[in-house]
């Protein structure tokens, strides 16, 4: 047995995701993470909204919570209250996370609560079969976008640098090493942080869009990614479809929302005099 | 030593929360409501426990229950349209078996409504509101001391029978000051769910009207928790035998244990003649005017229900035995008049007075529908 699989609940499997789906890689650069930082499975709860990503928890031999769709970072946010001294780590697919999840998303990065986010960008509903998201790009065809997407797509890293996030990095399913890298240095981070990774849904958006093999699309992703020093090199109208690679953000600096709230408020409000009714 | 103070409703059940034991409160802002919120960002820290405003009410009802899966006592507070909002993690926590308590300062709707006039037009709602078949517990106090007593048995229920339950209240308990005698801690039952030893991932399994075990994170073995349908394990599953049995446990954990749950109060019913049945404010207009009525040689009676989900069906059809008029006075269109008539005998006379226009009932127009009743 490989270290990291007593972090893998194989009594679960098979798992729902299609052949050569990139949660699989996803799943495994966070299970090689626990296993490098030599956690306690029991100190580690991992929870989900709904759709693929949102089945991912169940194959953790972790602490899992499975809720509701895009609601994660909320119970997460309850979690990491009652016991700051977990890790508490939220999955969430672009769909879950940026479309009926957003509002969470933003407040939870400007709070600077200690959560760990992985954002799987697939660029698709793929649960559901294959519906535009607020990630999908712009001309793509999605079943509800059978014309082309008109939509623009959100750019996460300029989305969480606006809302203050104090860690924001990006990677792709297809460097597994590096993506282990980014994730494990995310749940060093004290506050908040989102790795968001660029996967591949060759069944749902890549089979409408001519990529309809796995390696063709994580060849598309090849492509439209790169390190953000050839990014910058590029012209604004070049950069609109590309994804620059690595750790955007990491502040730290920001104090986090739990040793705020224990450490400040706390001591603050014993310090004023009159007890509460017990 | 017990404490005669003058609070505002709303105060009340939070100082009741906090004795017992609510130590993690996520709420947002809303009228008639937000004194709850306000009252425990002050108090909450001064005992190390939690207060966060999130950034709605599907934010707080999450947090609440994220945080009660981690060992916390936890509560929201809202009303109408918040209340609206809750309903999908309502839902969540039934079938994840999580206890929360969401108390529901109910004011005027549907939509924004009359956000500062009182209602009690959510009765259904908060039986309903959530798809799916569910079990709920609801209470809803009426009087000072109830406004204490019913919430912290809100927190025991939850604890005990591992399910939502929602605290009703309306405008004008919340907003009103009543003089309140406050119990000494001690005097009052506070229910502690023993810490449990997890040793496998069965979680679930016990059997049809037993008491669910604490299923909470964080005792020395990981444990799965779903909001889709499962197995005693908390794996999905939506295999035909398995959603049976988990139904019914979700169910007959209650249904077997209504004894322990329903509460009422009764007034002047064993003669009575007419049986007026009401909850909350209205209950609180109702009292003074049986006492009237009486003055005046009517035989009237109130039946107060301070379990209103599930229905406290068993005692209303007993005096149904020998009371045969019966006058439901609620403050909405008609809700929990049906209740009444579904298990009211058809040799039962059904009166009802409703209102849903923001004004309270007086004393004299209850007085007034229970003459009409015996004329």
């Given amino acids: 047995m490989r270290d990291y699989e007593k972090y893998i609940r194989y009594r679960t499997f098979p798992t729902p995701w299609c052949p050569g789906c990139g949660d699989g890689v996803i799943l495994k650069s966070i299970a090689m993470a626990f296993a490098e930082l030599n956690l306690d499975p029991d100190d580690i709860v991992v929870v989900a909204g709904i759709g693929c990503s949102g089945r991912m928890p169940t194959y953790f031999n972790t602490n899992t919570l499975h809720t509701t769709h895009g609601r994660a970072l909320t119970f997460a946010t309850g979690i990491k209250l009652a016991k700051p001294e977990k890790l508490v780590v939220v999955i969430s697919g672009d769909g879950d996370a940026t479309a009926i999840g957003g509002n969470h998303l933003i407040h939870a990065a400007r709070r600077n609560i200690g959560i760990k986010m992985i954002l799987i960008n697939n660029g698709i509903y793929g649960m559901t079969g294959g519906q535009v998201s607020p990630l999908t790009p712009p001309t793509f065809f999605t079943e509800t976008t059978?014309?082309?997407?008109?939509?623009?797509?959100?750019r996460i890293r300029l989305l969480l640098t606006a809302a203050e996030a104090s860690f924001v990095a990006r990677e792709t399913v297809n460097r597994l090493t590096q993506l282990k890298q980014v994730i494990k240095k995310s749940f060093q981070h004290k506050g908040f942080s989102v790795v968001e990774v660029m996967s591949n849904c060759h069944v749902n958006l890549g089979r409408r869009n001519k990529m309809k093999s796995p390696l063709v699309m994580t060849e598309y992703i090849k492509d439209i990614t790169m390190s953000m020093a050839d990014f910058e090199k590029l012209t604004p109208e070049e950069q609109e479809s590309k994804y620059p690679l690595g750790i955007f953000v990491e502040n730290t600096n920001r104090l986090e929302y739990t040793d705020l709230y224990y450490n400040h408020i706390v001591p603050v409000a014993q310090g004023s005099g009159a007890r509460g009714d017990k | 030593m017990s404490a005669r103070k003058v609070l505002q409703g709303n105060v009340i059940i939070a100082k009741a929360a906090l004795a017992a034991g609510c130590d993690f409160f996520a709420g947002y802002p809303i009228t008639p409501s937000s004194e709850i919120a306000q009252y425990m960002s002050k108090e909450m820290p001064k005992l190390e426990r939690t207060f966060i405003q999130m950034e709605d009410e599907i934010a707080s009802l999450g947090a609440c229950i994220g945080a009660s899966l981690a060992g916390r006592k936890t509560m929201t507070a809202t009303s109408g349209p918040g209340f609206s909002l809750m309903q999908e993690h309502i839902g969540m926590a039934v079938m994840a078996e999580v206890p929360v308590v969401i108390v529901n300062v109910m004011r005027g709707g549907p939509s924004t409504g009359m956000p500062t006039k009182p209602a009690q037009a959510d009765m259904m709602q908060a039986r309903w509101g959530t798809h799916g078949d569910h079990p709920i517990i609801a209470l809803y106090p009426a009087f000072a001391e109830e406004m204490f007593s019913e919430t912290v048995r809100a927190f025991n229920l939850a604890e005990k029978y591992w399910n939502p339950v929602i605290l009703l209240s309306d405008e004008v308990l919340g907003k009103a000051h009543m003089d309140v005698?406050?119990?000494?801690?001690?005097?009052?039952?506070v229910f502690w769910e023993k810490p449990r030893q997890i040793i496998d991932l069965n979680i679930y399994d016990r059997n049809i009207g037993e008491n669910p075990p604490r299923v909470d994170f964080f005792h020395g073995y990981p444990?799965?928790?779903?909001?889709?349908?499962?197995?005693?394990?908390?794996?999905?599953s939506f295999d035909a035998k398995t959603v049976d049995k988990m139904q019914k446990l979700r169910m007959e954990k209650i249904y077997q244990h209504l004894d322990d749950i329903i509460r009422y109060k009764e007034y002047f019913l064993?003669?009575?003649?007419?049986?007026?049945?009401?909850?909350?404010?209205?209950?609180?207009?109702?009292?003074?005017?049986?006492?009237?009525?009486?003055?005046?040689?009517?035989?009237?009676?109130?039946?107060?229900?301070?379990?209103?989900?599930?229905?406290?069906?068993?005692?209303?059809?007993?005096?149904?035995?020998?009371?045969?008029?019966?006058?439901?006075?609620?403050?909405?269109?008609?809700?929990?008049?049906?209740?009444?008539?579904?298990?009211?005998?058809?040799?039962?006379?059904?009166?009802?007075?409703?209102?849903?226009?923001?004004m309270s009932f007086s004393p004299d127009e209850v007085l007034n529908a229970i003459k009409e009743m015996v004329r």
């Fill in chain 2, 270 to 358: 064993d003669d009575a003649e007419v049986l007026v049945f009401s909850f909350g404010i209205s209950a609180r207009s109702a009292l003074p005017a049986v006492k009237a009525a009486r003055e005046q040689g009517i035989k009237a009676g109130l039946f107060q229900a301070l379990t209103v989900w599930p229905f406290p069906r068993a005692a209303l059809q007993e005096r149904f035995k020998k009371t045969k008029k019966v006058l439901t006075v609620e403050m909405n269109m008609g809700q929990m008049k049906y209740e009444v008539e579904r298990i009211a005998p058809p040799g039962v006379e059904k009166q009802t007075l409703l209102r849903a226009n923001g």
């Fill in chain 2, 181 to 189: 005698e406050i119990p000494e801690p001690g005097s009052y039952e």
């Fill in chain 2, 223 to 236: 444990i799965h928790i779903d909001g889709l349908e499962h197995d005693a394990h908390g794996w999905p």
């Fill in chain 1, 146 to 154: 059978p014309y082309g997407n008109i939509e623009p797509h959100f």
